[in-house]
């Protein structure tokens, strides 16, 4: 058994979440009367997942703000302006996508019981009301605004604690991180639940009913990653953007994809950023924050179901409102990870900017649950090796700015 599990890990992570993908498939067509059983696996990887991340991002960000040293110069400020101009740009990119393919929608009864936030206004406030939350509640409701304010006033209070705190602070960090790395690596296992209950729920034909949509969704997404994002590292750095952008989206963009947690999906951020050789200093902030704000995949949800949804009723659209769904889309994304439910919910509020009522555009969220499978799996990709890439052209322009 030690040697069959022993030559199991030595595959390649990617190529056993492919046979775990073609074995689920497989089992989904063949034998679709036992989908609670198969599907308990995919059940229990995602529950696995929700249980660590948020601790995870509590420590790291503590840990990474507790041990800098004084006077170390960070790249944050170059970091966070990239992470607002990618995600407006992720929604102006699906905006124009949606113009230019447009999408209609056969509208079905909701398929969810859910409560969206009522305008822009309500999803601002609750980002509010998330940010001084109690600690513990944050944590058990996976409130990541929350999470994260928390970790960054208890990591500035410890930066003057002893050695002592600061070696239990990285120890306790280093043992979710690797806890988080158990969990992944049975990833394969959980997606072969996961694809099972897919296929034997919906059908392959639920998929195959909204291609157009996803074309949209995916095409958009992956010209943010091989167009949009390289041109801003270009621009930063001044150097051929590929070789990152490529690197981050095979180590990083992958396992994202099959995970479909960006928290989850830090660890193996950090040792990307590691690879690349960055500062750890920026890098142990930038990475858990990128995680939590910088959403271009989400600001790409929410354009174009809304624009599908306005297309569907014959809704006419004038560039000034265009430009208002950007902001919104942009700002919306940026707290989807503080709202049950992510970017998918907060549709309805894009959708109040052109009149359209809570009951279709909760049709829409019904039909973002079902193509979900590809649609948040693509999203996540984008999200989180879009944090790597930024955190590094930050580092290289730096680099490239001192060598002058």
Known sequence: MKNLVSRWNQINLVNRIIIGIIIGGILAITIPEQASGISMLGTLFVSALKAVAPVLVLFLVINALAGQKEGNQTNMKSILILYAIGTFLAGFVAVVASYIFPVTLTLKESAKEIAPPSGIGEVLEKLVYNIVTNPVTAIMDANYIGILAWAVVLGIALKKSSATTKNVLENISDAITKVVQWVINLAPFGILGLVFDAIATNGLSALSEYGRLLLVLVGSMLFIALIVNPLLVFIY??????????????????????????????????????????????????????????????????????????????????????????????????????????????????????????????????????????????ETALNSSSDVVFTAAAEQAKARKNNR
């Open 237 to 378: 750095t001044r150097k051929n953007p590929y070789p990152l952008v490529l690197t981050c989206l095979k180590d990083s963009g992958i396992t994202a994809f099959f995970t479909r947690s960006s928290a989850a999906n830090i660890p193996v951020n950090i040792k990307l950023c590691e690879k690349l050789g960055l500062d750890k200093d920026t890098y142990s902030v930038s990475i858990p924050l990128g995680a939590t704000i910088n959403m271009a995949g989400a600001a790409v949800t929410i354009s174009v179901l809304t624009l599908a949804a306005v297309h569907t009723l014959g809704i006419e659209v004038d560039f000034a409102t265009a430009v208002i769904l950007m902001v919104v889309s942009a700002v919306s994304a940026a707290g989807a990870s503080g709202i049950a439910g992510g970017s998918l919910l907060l549709i309805p509020v894009a959708c109040s900017l052109f009149g359209i009522s809570d009951d279709v555009a909760m049709q829409v969220v019904a039909i973002g649950f079902i193509i979900g499978v590809v649609q948040d799996s693509c």
